[in-house]
Nanobody, 122 residues
Framework: QVQLVESGGGLVQAGGSLRLSCAAS????????MGWFRQAPGKEREFVAC????????YYADSVKGRFAISRDNAKNTVYLQMNSLKPEDTAVYYC???????????????WGQGTQVTVSS
């Protein structure tokens, strides 16, 4: 069982930055691939980024590539999402999730946090 708690969301102007954190419980954190997803009002949940257990491999959605960076600190059981050059279209609830398989598909992820709201004003 893994419990995930996101933090770091908020209101920011376009062009600004935010760093999201996701703290995980459990002693096998580095066994999990970690992903960030987001869901805007009236839209389906979409993949943002994922990272392997060792942090050697990362993958990003085209919409955030070059602006967002995913990282993890296995000693702290935490995964991060650094978001730069934010745009109004980045506004969404952001979720972190844990999976035992490398995937960009939400249904592959077993454990989910409660989400944190990110709002980007124009």
């Amino acid at each position: 069982q893994v419990q995930l708690v996101e933090s770091g969301g908020g209101l920011v102007q376009a062009g600004g930055s935010l760093r999201l954190s996701c703290a995980a419980s459990g002693r096998t954190f580095n066994s999990y691939f970690m992903g960030w997803f987001r869901q805007a009002p009236g839209k389906e949940r979409e993949f943002v980024a994922c990272i392997s257990g060792s942090a050697r491999n990362t993958y990003y959605a085209d919409s955030v590539k070059g602006r967002f960076a995913i990282s993890r600190d296995n000693a702290k059981n935490t995964v991060y999402l650094q978001m730069n050059s934010l745009k109004p279209e980045d506004t969404a609830v952001y979720y972190c999730a844990a999976s035992l398989a490398w995937s960009i598909v939400a249904t592959t992820y077993t454990y989910w946090g409660q989400g944190t709201q990110v709002t980007v004003s124009s």
